[in-house]
């Protein structure tokens, strides 16, 4: 499977400076699709993770698969003001942005084992705030997966101690 030939690379988007790996078309290919949560899901089984959190909105896509395939619940983390009942609430920097990501604050309890999905991992903004609200809430981040690490922007640095695993690599 290359998984390449099914990332579409778009200049400019959404800001200029910005190339933009869009995974539309992986999702759109059934086979594509399925090795893609296969690639996934190999090197997480051993981590005996106890939930999928996945980060809204591409994380959505992938975590949930993930999560069915590893027989785990799902957690959303999403972007503020979209859970209805009390949250954590963690701020960060984006690649292109600022936002804040949220859970229920009885999303996890002390001991849970938390694998966080997402699509793309830039900066590490992103995974860092969603580590950040799995320890608020007792439990342990375990691992983090992604399709795509943009390898260049140096991520992985603000993970320190986290394993992250990814796909494809640019
Ligand atoms: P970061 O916090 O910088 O690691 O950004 C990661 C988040 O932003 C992920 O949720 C991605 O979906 C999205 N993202 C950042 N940069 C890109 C990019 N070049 N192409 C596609 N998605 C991106």
Redesign the pocket.
Known sequence: MIFTDFVQDVPDFPKPG????DITPLLSDPHAFHQAIEAMTRPVSPLHATHVMG?ES??FIFGAALAQRLELGFVPARKPRKLPRPTYLEA?G???GDDSLEIHKDAFKPGDRVLIV??????????AAARKLVERSGASAVGLTLFIE?AD?T?REKLAGLPVFSVLRY
């Open positions: 910005i190339l933009f790996r980060i591409r994380g960060y984006l690649e292109y997402d699509d793309v991992l830039a900066t590490g903004g992103t995974a943009l922007l991520g």
